[in-house]
């Protein structure tokens, strides 16, 4: 038997390659989709493509497209995005959603919005590695240029807002072709 017969009799036999897309992956590093507001969050989509499919995250979905960022989260990144549910919106105070929809609370809700992204694809693992060797604490700023930290409580990941307010990641790790998710319990809110 030839090397390049013994190679793919190999290859057929473990199941090790896929067919994905333009090229191979192992199935070691293929997963399923993390599903997020009862919709699968697909590693090859981009950010904006798969939040709009989850029913937990209509409103921030109307807020990122009130504030123009669509173009922005739909570009290479790559970004790390806390996102906050609908039930993370609704624990605000009652008005204050509906007032940063309003057109002349673009720059407000800009602000607050980039807050929660950071420059970079910082994966749950990356997180935790940067607490542990910052001394339990990892300062990190975000694309509106203002500082979050991320700290453990037990084994979850809390990020920390200026207001010292803090969000649980409830769902980590959840792929985007440019960048990853991770989805918060609460708000966070920058010093305005």
Request: no cysteine; net charge negative; aromatic share 4%.
């Amino acid at each position: 038997m030839t090397m390049t017969k013994k190679l793919f009799s190999a290859l057929a036999l473990t199941g090790a390659l896929v067919l994905s897309g333009p090229g191979y992956i192992s199935t070691a590093a293929a997963q399923a989709p993390v599903t997020v507001g009862g919709a699968p969050m697909f590693a090859d989509k981009n950010i904006v493509e798969n939040a709009v499919n989850s029913a937990d995250h209509t409103t921030l979905v109307a807020a990122v497209q009130a504030a123009d960022l669509v173009e922005t989260l739909q570009s290479p990144g790559p970004f790390t995005v806390f996102a906050p549910t609908n039930a993370a919106f609704d624990k605000l105070p009652d008005g204050t959603v509906a007032s940063l929809l309003e057109p002349d609370m673009k720059d407000a809700l800009t602000t607050v919005l980039t807050y929660h992204v950071v420059p970079g694809r910082l994966t749950a693992q990356d997180l935790m590695n940067q607490i542990r060797s910052n001394g339990g604490a990892y300062t990190m700023t975000t694309a509106a240029g203002k500082p979050i930290t991320a700290r453990m409580n037990d084994n979850r990941i809390v990020i920390i807002d200026e207001s010292n307010g803090g969000a649980t990641v409830t769902i980590g790790d959840v792929l985007q072709s440019n960048g990853v998710i991770h989805v918060v319990d609460s708000v966070l809110l920058p010093r305005m």
